[in-house]
């Protein structure tokens, strides 16, 4: 099974404008390095993955739990996962999830995901991979069965995701969301194929055009992607804090966000978790068209993020932050720089030293990111 979540309403009136999702997640690869199937005849160096699986069940659970935030109603969310198993509905229900192969991703991408996004103009189409990915002449994502040593074209089971976003311009959904948590790398052997190809899934002509079409890319062309192990991408782990509020916008008093907001709030968000866990992290959002929203948020958020220059003034700093009935302490000891979320909005902030003068001030946070370093 692969239908997550449905619209009760939907079936009656599929006519309704609404959010229509397709979430892979693929971990377990039986053909690539430590896989448990017979073993690719090439593999360029790729592993199991621990972070992808995990990053996929967070995203369209957040999908279901948040739908009232959308700026549709969610009409449904497909899901596949590798290894296979079962999620939570968001009812109490447990769901049967499908392996994420090729050809199961080629049918839910046909007979029901294409044809629901297509049914109205005026639907969300959202598409999140993560799991292995390749970049050499294309953006290639590779499906649970990439490298079956029984096809003997070696890319028989893998998906041209450039060639697929094109292709989506033949849909009728005018606003197109598209997230590929996965690597950019252009491995040596990977360049010294011949024919490298993948599945496009659907095709367009230079007559199709959608109003707006974003893509969100976890890393940089050429570049991995990266998690902590068993754990989230820290691309999801952007991304949904960006969802949440630090990618949105105050528009008339309430806060937004659009395909542009969200792609700049991400990006920002990353390069805040490069610094924080030392690792080359980038988001490459490639953004087209007019900007199209994608949900609300009750307030904006705010990563902050509050330090000292010297390692003698971080350890002995006394952290207090204050809004209206708001409170946040972090006291001598705790980890440096300290970080966290805020809502957007002025905030008192006051450090305590034994051997310096206190910092009193007030500064405005706004959305996504807050850096202050102190120079003591």
């Known amino acids: 099974m692969t239908l997550l979540w449905q619209d009760p309403?939907?079936?009656?009136?599929?006519?309704?404008?609404?959010?229509?999702?397709?979430?892979?997640?693929?971990?377990?690869?039986?053909?690539?390095?430590?896989?448990?199937?017979?073993?690719?005849?090439?593999?360029?160096?790729?592993?199991?993955?621990?972070?992808?699986?995990?990053?996929?069940?967070?995203?369209?659970?957040?999908?279901?739990?948040?739908?009232?935030?959308?700026?549709?109603?969610?009409?449904?969310?497909e899901v596949l996962m590798s290894p296979s198993g079962t999620m939570s509905d968001g009812q109490g229900n447990s769901v049967s999830i499908d392996e994420a192969s090729m050809q199961n991703i080629d049918d839910v991408f046909s007979q029901k995901w294409w044809p629901r996004c297509n049914a109205q103009k005026d639907n969300i189409a959202l598409f999140y991979f993560a799991g292995h990915g390749l970049n050499t002449l294309s953006q290639y994502l590779l499906p649970s069965d990439f490298g079956d040593p029984q096809f003997p074209n070696l890319w028989a089971n893998c998906i041209d995701f450039d060639g697929m976003r094109l292709g989506m311009k033949a849909n009728a959904a005018d606003t197109q969301l598209f997230f590929v948590d996965a690597c950019r790398e252009k491995p040596i052997d990977a360049l010294a194929q011949l024919n490298p190809s993948g599945k496009q899934l659907c095709s367009s002509s230079i007559f199709d055009q959608v109003s707006a079409s974003a893509a969100y890319f976890a890393a940089a062309d050429g570049q991995q992607a990266y998690g902590p192990a068993n754990g989230m991408t820290y691309f999801a782990e952007a991304l949904l804090e960006s969802l949440e509020g630090a990618g949105a916008i105050n528009r008339g008093g309430q806060w937004k966000v659009d395909t542009f907001s969200l792609g700049n709030s991400v990006a920002q968000i990353m390069a805040s978790l490069a610094h924080a866990h030392s690792q080359p992290l980038t988001c490459n959002p490639d953004v087209q068209g007019v900007p199209a929203s994608i949900c609300t948020a009750p307030a904006g958020l705010v990563r902050a993020s509050?330090?000292?220059?010297?390692?003698?003034?971080?350890?002995?700093?006394?952290?207090?932050?204050?809004?209206?009935?708001?409170?946040?302490?972090?006291?001598?000891?705790?980890?440096?720089?300290?970080?966290?979320?805020?809502?957007a909005g002025d905030w008192a902030i006051n450090i305590g030293f034994q051997s310096f003068a206190p910092v009193a001030v007030t500064d405005t946070l706004m959305p996504p990111v807050y850096d202050r370093v102190e120079a003591v």
């Not at 009136?13 to 090439?42: C, E, R, T």
């Not at 010297?310 to 970080?339: C, K, M, Y």
Request: charged share 15%; net charge neutral.
């Open 306 to 343: 509050i330090g000292c220059q010297t390692s003698l003034a971080n350890s002995e700093a006394d952290i207090q932050l204050q809004r209206f009935t708001q409170q946040v302490h972090s006291p001598p000891g705790d980890r440096r720089p300290w970080t966290g979320r805020l809502d």
């Open 9 to 77: 309403g939907q079936p009656t009136n599929p006519m309704k404008a609404q959010v229509h999702a397709f979430i892979i997640g693929v971990g377990d690869y039986p053909h690539l390095s430590g896989g448990s199937g017979h073993a690719a005849v090439a593999n360029f160096g790729l592993q199991q993955l621990t972070t992808t699986r995990i990053a996929a069940e967070e995203i369209a659970t957040w999908l279901i739990r948040n739908r009232s935030s959308l700026s549709l109603p969610l009409g449904t969310v």
